[in-house]
């Protein structure tokens, strides 16, 4: 069992940059997939990027090259670097965990943070 806490969210231009961070509280978090998910108003939840406990990274084709996810095991920390921000990126982000990691899908995740707001401005 695992408890996930974001951060980092806040307001930037276009084109900026910002990390998100999620700092779980377990002590077997080293062997969970770590994700990340966005959901903007009036929009399903969606993935963004995603991470397994051996770091195999998988990305949406919306930030492929953009966005950078990582993880410390030694921190309990997950990290979301987000590059060249753009306005379509302004979502509430959330932390996911799971033990498998085999679907990159919402209702395959297990544990979620309460999220964190990204508005990226115009």
């Given amino acids: 069992q695992v408890q996930l806490v974001e951060s980092g969210g806040g307001l930037v231009q276009a084109g900026g940059s910002l990390r998100l961070s999620c700092a779980a509280s377990g002590r077997t978090f080293s062997s969970y997939a770590m994700g990340w998910f966005r959901q903007a108003p009036g929009k399903e939840r969606e993935f963004v990027a995603g991470v397994t406990w051996n770091s195999n990274s998988y990305y949406a084709d919306s930030v492929k090259g953009r966005f950078t996810i990582s993880r410390d ?12 921000l753009k306005p379509e990126d302004t979502a509430v982000y959330y932390c996911a965990a799971d033990l498998h990691g085999l679907r990159w899908v919402p209702g395959a995740m297990g544990y979620w943070g309460k999220g964190t707001l ?3 401005s115009s």
């Fill in 118 to 120: 990204v508005t990226i």
């Fill in 73 to 84: 095991n030694a921190k309990n920390t997950g990290y979301l670097q987000m590059n060249n």
